[in-house]
């Protein structure tokens, strides 16, 4: 049977999710596994430096295809030069030299991505929006990730436009949560946006409580946030993207090149709304707001 390598940066638990929409993306093209394919997980718990070792591994079982998230990608790249690999990233594949174009890639990558880092200012304005009063947003970013960085970059772009300031924080790890929002406070941050992140995404529960306990209106850039108690999200679906994955994976294990696979870009955005929490802020969502959303969770 073939073997498919799944490889993120992150750990396994909060992405269980993940895994089923990708085999159900793989029952779609065909593929079982324990039946006709063996999926092989590799997870590196937020620690980057076991990347390496772990695409290593997948190259020795010698996979047909490995799928990995953003920070993942590149290092399984430079293990196997010439294995079939599938992306599922936040940012522009094109910018960072994934493939050469969207829609003929021209490599042995493929994928799916959300154009993440491009919903910053989107995510900005809905803030505005929930609360037009602070003058002072905060953005909690990861410096480790790429697109995070990109993102930042957009969402202070925007923030002139609308005369915000914008307050970046850092946060490499878990460890360094509580003093971000110790310096949110200290700055005086009336809101937050959450910068994308794999680390943040495996942390959401930390930041969600965090936000919670500091009573601080936050958007966050998934939906998966907003049905774990966060305020609000706006995105793409990250479970369908993996779904995609599978229906590639699928696509190659039959006999397609990735290079003929287009990049597959996102079609529709979902906000989505957490009004218990809204309730628990003591925060009224403006009808304008409430127009848009795409999901209101009780």
């Known amino acids: 049977m073939p073997v498919v390598g799944l490889l993120r940066s992150t750990p396994a638990g909060p992405f269980a999710h993940i895994v089923a929409a990708f085999r159900q993306g793989l029952t779609e093209a065909g593929y079982t596994e324990g039946k006709n394919v063996v999926i092989e997980q590799r997870w590196a718990d937020n620690q980057l430096d076991k990347l390496p070792d772990l695409a ?5 079982r010698q996979a047909a295809v490995i799928v990995g998230n953003g920070p993942a990608v590149g290092v399984a790249r430079s293990a196997a030069a010439t294995m079939p690999i599938v992306f599922v990233i936040g940012g522009d594949p094109v910018a960072q030299g ?22 910053g200012a989107k995510r900005l304005g809905i803030l505005r929006e929930l609360v037009p009063r602070t003058n002072v947003i905060a953005a909690l970013f990861d410096p480790g990730f790429p697109e995070a960085v990109d993102e930042l970059r957009e969402v202070e772009e ?47 529960r930390t930041l969600i409580t965090l936000s919670a306990r500091h009573a601080i209106p936050t958007i966050y850039d998934l939906r998966d946030y907003g049905a774990a108690g966060g305020l609000i999200s706006y995105s793409t679906s990250f479970t369908d993207a993996y ?43 403006p009808s304008g707001v409430m127009a848009i959303a795409d999901e209101a969770i009780e």
């Open 56 to 60: 290593a591994d997948l190259v020795r």
């Open 98 to 119: 994934l493939v050469s174009s969207l829609n003929r890639p021209s490599g042995n990558l493929t994928g799916i991505t959300f154009f993440g880092n491009r919903l």
């Open 158 to 204: 925007a923030s002139g436009t609308i005369g915000k300031k914008i307050v970046p924080l850092k946060a490499e790890n878990e460890r360094d949560f509580d003093a971000a929002f110790t310096s949110m406070v200290q700055a005086g941050a009336g809101a937050l946006v959450i910068i994308g992140s794999p680390l943040f995404t495996s942390k959401s």
């Open 243 to 285: 779904r995609q994955a599978g229906i590639y994976v699928g696509r190659i294990l039959k006999g397609e090149k990735p290079s003929d696979l287009p990049v597959i870009q996102p079609t529709k955005f979902e906000l989505a709304i957490n009004l218990k929490t809204a309730k628990t802020l003591r925060l009224t969502i």
